[in-house]
């Protein structure tokens, strides 16, 4: 039971913001809306001049330091007043904004946590397909522009074509180069033939008529983790995230009870 | 009690958004640099791959008034060939995948938007600032109205400084770059996919386009220790001052593009110098160094050539309509004298004439395509368009639309073109491979289609190079595009290939267009057909002229068929009217039998009737244009300023 309420998203969400709070309070950073004091530490000051400089790729005088300062202030009494006033209440941006960040931090661990090798090895044995590489095909082909003459050329143990700029052997090509250079129905086509010592065709392509020779077929194989690991991660990631905020949502809803008139 | 829980919920979250983003997982090494060392490279390169280098997300300041809601995670998943769903609600994907992608969102106020509209309205205490604020709350026509106006602010330079404060955004946009370096990265897969950093610089006095897209060749450890250059207050050479920072501070490299002349009033490539004087040898050398290729071809028009500069061009007329008009907001008129400043052939002419003069070449450019889509979605398919931006994505009536884009007048929603694309002729598909391609301008530009266009330039090609491995044979004894070829006081031969796009129309001829400087020092331009489909049959030359390969297309259906043209045209070519010591540059230009354009999509997919003018406007015959070959004298009077020499 302890187990499952610590893996629950509210839970992360109800620590975060405890965690958060502590630390702002050691650190003395302005938490609470209704203080009426603005304490400027040094990290933010230093952060105030580093952005500065970053843009105008030199320090701030001190003028300039001075103007930025009273920026930030200016900010930072606004956006308290603006509280005190209740003024992020009835706001549909505000709202809008707020539930996101909920969402986001519903996902916020998800987002920085460390999957184990095993957690990505289930992935992967979950969606082999996603991660399957595609075939590779090695064939020669020769180009005709009209049906026939291709279809004439079939009795010959060497046929030569005529001239056209695309590659006359290709080795272990990817499908989608393939589909980039001679074209999708060209592509369609030769995916459906046997690896044979015979020229087959003739093949349509937008180019005209093809003779071609399909000499291997190397079926993609699904990579190994290892091989793969940055795209599993990004991807388990990505859907973990998504179900925790799933979850989350699931959980802060059961409390509610909605009544539609 | 609610009330103060409501406000610790809302900072509790506050204070966790800096970890907010969709992080999903560490980049490798590999992902995170320039790619050198990563892949197999091929021995020359032999394939071009497809881009888009001007692509805006919902960080551009315009875009996401247009209305973008998608950002630069989603424009990686679509360009890279991913389902994605359109800000409207439409599944959007691309036929055929792109090899690379530079996100270019505007640096300046980068993100400002963005946080104008997540700011509690309150808090907008600028009174413009406010009611934009309520316009783009209101509909994404209200967002669009309040964004043509911001742009024509920009224009007249009367943008809310709130807005546009450099200090004041300085430290969000450092946030945002970080975690758009670190997304790009992620994204960035050698070998498969390449996504550079980059932005957009927004210079525009008086609403005269000088746009430049920067673009960086280096993972976020380098481009991580600056952030995008703004452009409003700025010069050119600041630009490049900054660029020049970059590269010595990180030993990265960089490049600018510049877009959209045919905006910029004749101000892009102007004779003088920016100050209205001479142009000193350094802004040129500099320029040169900086800009190695431009954006010739893109939604908002084609900047190739203009009837008027090129009289003698049956084909000068696309992509020009509309746009001739005036700059980019048209708060000012154009005049046929600035269009020499406004177009690409003029301007290699103008940088032929200032070589002459002064040693150094400012505008010896390559040239690419691009879309500058505001939608995040880089398609330039006339059958797959999701328009200039969100307010104008698939939807009856957009074709016959005003712009609205600072003024009603004069442009409407079928003068946009669907976009180009860029190709790179590279030996691998990494950063480093396709950037430095770009720097040695061996690129090209297309309206759309993906045609394979190859050009090389030498002294003794010969027709029978064709029955060999040519293309060894081209790089062994001569330049390919973009390179430089020294006078040996014979003509120049080329060899010229263009192959069609497998999936779209037939081609109707290849031409070479020469500018030169005459014994006079006067500068030409002449065009020569160099093949066309059916040259011995029925397209015979009678004269001079060479009878029009015809047209297929069906207007209400949008279709066409290729039972005119060829797949494939090729020619080997000597200059007839060279002289010993001339000066000249030479590019190709690969031209499509007719085809619909996407205004004819929309209208059968939507059952719109158009007026005869815009039916016939719209169907087009799409091109390519090579980078040039430029013929350089044998004995060089002065060290010629090339990208090539920038090591």
């Known amino acids: 039971m302890i187990r499952h309420w610590l893996r629950d998203p509210l839970v992360h969400f109800l620590i975060a913001g405890a965690v958060i709070w502590a630390g702002l309070a050691l650190v003395g950073e302005p938490v609470d809306p209704a203080s009426r004091t603005i304490e400027l530490s040094r990290e933010r000051q230093a952060g105030i001049a580093f952005g500065f400089e970053r843009m105008m790729g030199r320090a701030p005088t001190d003028a300039e330091m001075d103007s930025a300062i009273e920026r930030w202030v200016r900010e930072e009494v606004l956006y308290r007043e603006a509280l005190r006033l209740g003024l992020d209440e009835g706001d549909a941006v505000v709202r809008r904004r707020l539930a996101t960040k909920m969402d986001e931090l519903a996902g916020a661990e998800a987002a920085l946590a460390r999957p184990s090798e095993a957690d990505l090895e289930r992935w992967l044995a979950k969606h082999p397909d996603k991660y399957r590489e595609g075939d590779r095909l090695t064939f020669r082909q020769v180009y005709y522009s009209s049906e026939s003459a291709a279809a004439r050329a079939l009795a010959s143990r060497d046929p030569v074509g005529e001239p056209i700029s695309l590659p006359a052997k290709a080795v272990a090509m990817p499908l989608a180069q393939i589909r980039g250079t001679y074209g999708e129905a060209f592509t369609a086509r030769l995916a459906e033939l046997e690896p044979s010592s015979e020229w087959r065709g003739p093949v349509a392509s937008g180019y005209g008529w093809h003779l071609v020779r399909l000499e291997t077929r190397n079926a993609g194989q699904t990579p190994q983790l290892s091989a793969v690991r940055d795209r599993i991660e990004a991807d388990w990631r990505a859907a973990t995230i998504a179900e925790r905020r799933q979850r989350a949502y699931a959980l802060l809803r059961g409390a509610y009870t909605v009544a539609i008139e | ?647």
């Open chain 2, 1 to 647: 009690m609610t009330k103060t829980l409501g406000c610790w919920v809302a900072l509790a979250a506050l204070a966790l958004s800096g970890c907010d983003s969709m992080d999903t997982g560490e980049p490798t090494e590999d992902q995170r640099g320039d790619g050198t060392a990563t892949i197999e490279l091929a021995e020359f390169p032999d394939r071009p791959y497809w881009g888009d280098t001007h692509l805006h997300t919902d960080l551009s300041v315009d875009a996401f008034g247009f209305g973008v809601r998608l950002g630069a995670e989603e424009a990686l998943k679509f360009a890279r060939g991913d389902r994605v769903r359109s800000t409207m609600g439409m599944d959007a994907q691309l036929d055929r995948p792109l090899d690379f992608l530079v996100i270019s969102d505007h640096s300046d106020a980068m993100g400002a938007t963005r946080r104008l509209y997540d700011t509690p309205r309150i808090l907008v205490r600028d009174p413009t600032l406010r009611r934009w604020y309520d316009m783009m709350h209101e509909s994404t026509n209200q967002s669009t109205m309040a964004v043509a106006e911001l742009i024509t602010a920009a224009a007249n330079d009367t943008i809310p400084e709130a807005l546009m404060d450099p200090e004041r955004q300085a430290v969000a946009t450092r946030e945002l770059w970080d975690s758009h370096l670190a997304l790009l990265d992620r994204y960035n897969r050698p070998g498969e996919f390449t996504a550079f950093a980059g932005f957009e610089w927004t210079l525009m006095p008086d609403g005269n386009n000088l746009h430049r897209v920067v673009m960086f060749r280096d993972g976020s450890v380098k481009t991580g220790q600056v952030v995008p250059f703004p452009g409003i207050d700025t010069q050119p050479e600041q630009l490049w001052d900054y660029m020049a920072a970059y590269e010595a501070n990180t030993g990265g490299r960089v490049l600018a593009i510049p877009h959209n002349s045919n905006l910029s009033n004749g101000m892009m490539f102007d004779l003088v110098g920016p100050d209205g004087g001479a142009m000193s040898a350094d802004y040129a050398r500099q320029r040169a160094r900086f800009e190695p290729v431009v954006e010739a071809t893109q939604i908002k028009g084609d900047s190739e050539t203009h009837p008027f500069l090129s009289p003698n061009d049956e084909f000068a007329e696309f992509g020009v309509a509309g746009w001739e008009l005036g700059n980019l907001p048209l708060t000012r008129e154009a005049t046929p004298d600035m269009y020499a400043g406004s177009y690409v052939r003029s301007a290699l002419l103008r940088g032929l004439t200032l070589e002459q003069q002064m040693g150094v070449n400012p505008y010896a450019f390559g040239l690419i395509g691009s879309t500058d889509s505001h939608t995040a979605l880089a398609t330039g398919d006339e059958d797959n368009f999701f328009g200039k931006q969100t307010n104008v994505e698939p939807r009856a009536g957009r074709a016959l639309a005003s712009q609205n884009l600072g003024t009603r007048q004069g442009r409407f929603g079928w003068h946009y073109l669907a976009g180009g694309y860029a190709a790179a002729w590279a030996r691998g598909n990494t950063r480093a491979e396709i950037f430095d391609a770009f720097m040695r301008r061996e690129v090209y530009a297309t309206t759309g289609p993906r045609m394979v266009l190859r050009l090389f330039a030498g002294h003794d090609f010969a027709d029978s190079d064709w029955d060999g491995d040519w293309v060894r044979a081209g790089y062994a004894r001569g330049v390919p595009m973009g390179g430089d070829l020294v006078d040996r006081g014979r003509a120049p031969v080329f060899l010229v290939s263009a192959l069609k796009d497998p999936e779209g129309a037939n081609l109707d001829r290849i031409q070479m267009v020469k500018g030169w400087v005459d014994a006079n020092g006067v500068a030409r331009e002449r065009i020569y057909d160099l093949a066309w489909s059916d040259m011995a049959g029925v397209r015979r030359r009678v004269g001079g002229a060479i009878p029009a390969v015809g047209d297929t297309v069906v207007r209400r259906e949008a279709s066409y068929t290729n039972t005119i043209g060829a797949p494939e045209l090729r020619a080997t070519w000597r200059d007839p009217d060279y002289r010993p010591g001339q000066r000249a540059f030479y590019y190709v230009r690969a031209i499509e039998i007719p085809t619909p354009s996407w205004v004819l999509f929309d209208a059968k997919r939507f059952g719109i009737d158009l007026p005869a003018e815009v039916v016939e406007t719209n169907v087009i015959q799409e091109r390519a244009y090579s980078s040039p070959v430029w013929l350089k004298p044998g004995r060089s009077p002065g060290a010629a300023a090339s990208p090539a020499g920038r090591e």
